[in-house]
């Protein structure tokens, strides 16, 4: 008897049938704190609402890290109780186990910020504009958001656990502060800060100059061809990373 | 310890091998493990060997500590091996790890499954990556090992825990069950209820099963093939007949042991009052000996406090 | 067939297994044709090694005492009874003979052996 290979040529959405049913495992393992996590969500929707802000971009960028935050409980928590060394055992590669957790975040994202919209739409006093929020431009951005978050943390989350990440972002955080102090005393500080607004505006002049040279389709989909690019190769810096680890 | 005693253990293998392919084992194993080398700080796991032909349980004994867990892990390729082959069911573990994971039923030696999780939830998250999952044989099992499938799994004891693991390795029909210390946190009836079962899955011939334990009574009857690890070194890997009933634990005053007598045992151990020494070659140390001692059959438990004891 | 294992005995449990089948078919209990139950059944019934059941089989085919039909199972061979006659007689004939060794030892002599076996049939009866 050789059962059939569960690794089977026929994919979904470029996901095989493994894929799937690490995507709905997550789901069933983390269905509790996910629409916790939801919930809150929706509250903090409500909540931006009633400020009536008429700052859309910042509702796309709180939004968008809310749900980009929210992907990552799944691994977060694997890595956490050390369940890893049960996924490994289950009849499915490494690389599986890391494009379901990707695919898995993806989809948790476009689903979070869905439910995000929807309450913001329906609540009351509401300003966000249904036009505004399904905008491609608005979806670009937030989507850019997102993979931000994720290109960083997946691979970080994987090597490091989500306890090495903090101690990591600690530093981090401060080093910025560190720096600025230092060229304040050194006297540098207007070179700093005015080098930092240099590169900012020259990736904005690049992405602007991108958006005029090319044809409106032409641009949404290189940026769309960029962030794939970004997320691949994430991707594969966390499948190496992920092979690699020992249980 | 000496290193010419070392190698002479180390060459039993090779014959317990060849002796366990007559037993009548298909032409792939259920599982060949050759050359396998895996290093971590202040552990070695150096050149293990071992074939498990299909249909037989075989134990995996040694002390705490030996590289039993650490050998099964590299056969679930849970950890990286550096040298060697593994395979199982005559694929190599690392090239079909995906398809080679649905045949295998494993147990860690501690299981653990998301805490805040109910039985029936993990069992459900797990049960469809098995082609072969039987659900009836999960019922069956779940109420043969008294679990509540509607608690969740940080409520469980150690030994409940293992259960549950246990219930679901065996519903999915794999073909070979790896079994990392499954008893240690279980009492003597389950354990015998245990060896029922893994009898009864043997019942089928293409079934086997790989046993660790350092529990071995558990083994001592039951066991087909037994193999013996020590510091990260396979001692031997034979079938069990050939071990117990034909070692011996010769006991006499420690008067008899000169440099000869000495070397003539695999393994001794000095008491106030006598000595115990470990031996393949019964009847020589009958003839040898004589009257001034007793000698008696040995058991696993005595080759492995034994063996390659007491080497000067 | 009724097995009984003694982890106590010296003897090995394959042999254990060999001397009770033995007996069984030599007393009659277990006669031509019966079925026996398969290796692996016997083993989880005795708890004991599938390699161990095999070799007790594999002891008693050599013997005579059982045939293995392919795909059929394990039966009790048919036995000759002049064969199973002689057979025992030539233990009985062993064991008398080793007595006779360890009388020699002490120096008694034919007589006073007969007359030893004399007062054990009559204890017997």
């Known amino acids: 008897m050789t059962p059939e290979p569960s690794h089977s040529a026929e994919r979904v959405w470029g996901l095989n049938r493994n894929d799937w049913l690490l995507i709905r495992r997550d789901w069933i393992l983390n269905r509790v704190s996910i629409s916790m996590a939801l919930f809150v969500f929706a509250t903090f929707q409500v909540l931006f609402v009633q400020a009536q802000l008429d700052l859309p971009y910042v509702w796309v960028f709180l939004t968008c890290m809310w749900a980009a935050l929210i992907t990552l409980s799944p691994l977060a928590r694997e890595m956490a109780d050390q369940g890893a060394a049960w996924s490994c055992t289950l009849p499915a590669s490494r690389i599986d186990l890391v494009r379901a957790r990707y695919f898995g975040a993806w989809l948790l994202a476009a689903v979070g910020y869905l439910v995000a919209l929807s309450v913001a739409l329906l609540a009351p006093g509401s300003t966000v504009v249904p036009s505004f929020a399904i905008d491609l431009d608005t979806l670009l951005v937030g989507a850019t958001i997102v993979s931000v978050i994720l290109v960083f943390l997946m691979p970080s989350v994987i090597r490091f656990g989500v306890k090495g990440v903090f101690v990591l972002l600690v530093p981090l955080n401060l080093l910025l502060p560190v720096v600025f102090v230092v060229s304040k005393a050194t006297g540098t500080q207007d070179s700093l800060e005015n080098s930092l607004l240099a590169g900012l505006q020259s990736l904005a002049t690049v992405i602007a100059g991108l958006r005029d040279g090319l044809s409106r389709p032409l641009f949404y989909i290189a940026i769309v061809l960029l962030l794939f690019a970004l997320n691949w190769a994430s991707y594969r810096v966390a499948v190496a990373l992920f092979m690699r680890r020992e249980l | ?312 | 067939m009724r097995i009984l294992i003694s982890n106590a005995s010296p003897d090995p449990i394959y042999e254990q297994i060999v001397q009770q089948v033995r007996a069984q078919i030599l007393s009659g209990d277990l006669s031509e044709g019966d079925l026996l139950p398969s290796i692996r059944k016997l083993a989880k019934d005795l708890q004991i090694s599938v390699i161990t059941t095999k070799r007790a089989y594999e002891e008693l085919e050599r013997e005579g005492f059982i045939n293995t039909v392919g795909g059929k199972g394990t039966f009790v061979a048919a036995q000759n009874p002049e064969f199973l006659r002689e057979k025992r007689m030539k233990a009985v004939e062993e064991k008398l003979a080793d007595a006779v060794d360890e009388a020699q030892l002490l120096g008694v002599g034919p007589d006073q052996l007969i007359e030893m076996l004399r007062l054990l049939y009559a204890e017997d009866e």
């Open chain 2, 1 to 312: 310890m000496g290193s010419a005693r070392v190698e002479k253990e180390v060459a039993v293998p090779a014959q317990g091998r060849r002796e366990a392919l007559e037993t009548g084992a298909e032409s792939d194993g259920a599982l060949v493990i050759d050359g396998v080398c895996k290093s971590y700080e202040g552990f070695v796991l150096k050149d293990v060997g071992l074939e498990l032909p299909r249909g037989y349980i075989m134990g995996l004994i040694g002390p705490n500590g030996a590289g039993k867990t650490t050998l099964i892990k590299l056969i679930l390729n849970l950890v990286r091996r550096e040298a060697g082959s593994i395979r199982v069911l005559g694929l190599d573990n690392v090239t079909h790890e995906a398809e080679i994971k649905s045949r295998i039923g494993y147990v860690p030696d501690e299981p653990r499954y998301h805490p805040d999780i109910t039985l029936e939830n993990l069992k459900s998250a797990t049960a469809p990556f098995y082609p072969s999952w039987s659900e009836e044989r999960f019922q069956a099992l779940a109420s043969e090992f008294e679990l509540s499938l509607g608690k969740k799994f940080k409520t469980l004891s150690h030994g409940t825990k293992t259960r549950f693991s246990l219930a679901l390795a065996l519903s999915h029909g794999a073909e070979l069950i790896v079994l990392d210390e499954p008893t240690s946190g279980l009492d003597p009836v389950f354990r015998r209820r245990l060896l029922d079962v893994l009898a009864g899955i043997l019942q089928d011939e293409r079934f086997s099963i790989l046993y660790s334990t350092h529990i071995t009574s558990d083994l001592e009857r039951t066991a087909d093939f037994v193999t013996f690890l020590r510091d990260g070194q396979v001692v031997f890997s034979r079938p069990k007949d050939e071990v117990i009933g034909r070692w011996g634990v010769v006991r006499g005053g420690r008067e008899i042991l000169d440099a000869e007598a000495r070397a003539f045992f695999e393994g001794v151990r000095e008491r106030e009052h006598g000595f115990e020494g470990l031996t393949s070659r019964v009847e020589a140390a009958r003839q040898r000996f004589g009257d001034r001692v007793v000698i008696d059959r040995a058991s696993l438990d005595d080759i492995m406090v034994l063996m390659g004891r007491g080497e000067r």
